[in-house]
């Protein structure tokens, strides 16, 4: 287990893609723990932002450089630096090559790759003080996917970026979360697949880290 920072300095998490599963098992438990929390989607989060306190859903579309710098400007006004960046956003989707398409593959790079990428450079002047960076991932990063060629593109482009971020950057951590099975909601106990809570948990046992963290966490069946 890592070690944990005890502080009592409140602390604000940057999230990006606030889904049903992991976005939102994510913020509730940052939120539990007495973070500050910013959600950040295309779609807007309010719902969901309403049920944390403090917290603030900015509408923005993280393959927009602008409008990725005008969603963390609205998260300093409203808490000050960003202390942990989760890029979660994701578009979803994939197929054989038969049926794969370019539009779909530069679509699923623009949020993957791009997307991390305009959120580190922007948050990056916060984040240089011992900050944390984690980005979701899947198998498809390290393991063939012929069945998604577009997303398995995408992916092991997202985790060459963490990893060459992580090293390129002193002074924030920068972790891919490889998230090797299915995701559960709280309320289910369906096999071979892990909690979301659970997932949430171990996001923010690598936030609030103390020593060296990982720049690869693969998160299996629990």
Not at 65 to 77: L, S
Not at 172 to 178: F, G, L, S
């Amino acid at each position: 287990m890592l070690a944990a920072v005890h502080s009592h300095m409140t602390r604000t998490l940057l999230l990006a893609g606030a889904g049903e599963r992991i976005g939102a098992g994510v913020a509730r438990r940052f939120g539990a723990a007495g973070w500050q929390v910013a959600l950040v989607s295309r779609s807007g989060a309010e719902e969901l932002a309403d049920d944390l306190d403090p917290a603030v859903s900015i509408r923005g579309d993280i393959t927009d450089e602008d409008e990725v710098n005008r969603a963390v400007a609205e998260t300093r006004e409203a808490f000050g630096s960003v202390d942990c960046l989760v890029c979660n956003a994701s578009g979803g989707g994939g197929n054989s090559i038969e049926s794969a398409d370019a539009a779909t593959l530069e679509r699923l790079w623009r949020v993957r790759t791009l997307g991390t990428f305009h959120l580190v450079q922007a948050c990056l002047d916060d984040l240089r003080d011992g900050g944390t960076v984690l980005v979701s991932g899947t198998t498809y990063a390290s393991e063939p996917a012929p069945e998604q060629v577009e997303w398995a593109s995408a992916a092991p482009a997202t985790r060459g970026l963490s990893r060459t971020l992580d090293a390129a950057v002193e002074g924030v951590q920068v972790t891919y979360v490889e998230i090797a099975t299915a995701v559960r909601p709280p309320d289910s106990d369906f096999p071979g697949a892990v909690g979301s809570d659970d997932l949430a948990d171990r996001y923010l046992e690598l936030a609030e880290a103390s020593g060296a963290v990982p720049t690869r966490v693969r998160l299996d069946t629990q």
